[in-house]
C-alpha cells in the first residue's frame, strides 16, 4: 500500500530535498548537501521580516518596492505550501532556513 502525502508539489519537492540531502550527508562530513529553499534576496526579506519589519521598512532597507517585498513573501509562502506571513516564518523556522 503506497502511503499519499498530501502536500503541494513544491512542498514535497522542497521535503524530498531535505530528507534525501540529510541522508547523504551522514557519514560524509557535509552538514548541508544542498542548497537552501530560499533564494538570497527571499532570506533577506524574511530575516527583516522576524525582525518586526514592516513591508515598507524593508523595501526602503532593500531599496526595492514594496510590490517586490510581497512578491519574496508570497513566492516564499507558494513554496513552503502555506497561507499566511506567520505560517511561512514558523515553517522557515523549523527548516532552520531563518533564525531569531
Known sequence: MKLKIGLYPTTKKTFLIRYYGMILAKG??????HKGILTPREKEVF????MSRSTKEIAQILH?????VRN????VMQKLGVKGRASAVIELLKLQEIHL
Do not use: A, F
Request: aromatic letters at 0%.
Open 72 to 75: 519574496h513573501i508570497s513566492n
Open 28 to 33: 560524509k562530513g557535509k552538514k548541508n548537501m
Open 47 to 50: 530575516d527583516l521580516l522576524v
Open 64 to 68: 526595492i518596492s514594496e510590490k517586490t
